[in-house]
């Protein structure tokens, strides 16, 4: 046969639920159901009380803590990793910026160089100076 009081109530008053006393049940069971109920509200308002000193206390300790010549150093140490972070960015965008200049400096000094070589001056030039080119390397072989 099924308990009557465990079908009924579907919890325990150890695991401080709330339980409804079945019709029949005598006012001694229900008096000691109460003052049980009352021992566990007692027990979890004393747990309460005992933590939110503990909470207290490490507040405080954290705070005394935050004051330490550590704690300043550690702040300052974050501090400067930021400033190191920022500034390895800006010479990347620095680098980026040079080498796109470089680069474009190059491509205009190719482009000049071709226009130079492409000139009737520099073919006239180059005209005139191969015979004599040729006359010092005779000269030189002998």
Known sequence: MVDEQAAHEGTTPDDGALWVQPAGRSVDDLVAQVKALQHRVLLDADRIIGLAA???????????MADTELAVAFARVDQLEDEREGLVHEVHKLLRDHRLALELRDARTRTEVDQILASTTWKLGSAVIKPISGIRSVVRRS
């Open 54 to 64: 503990e909470r207290d206390t490490l507040r405080a300790e954290v705070e005394r």
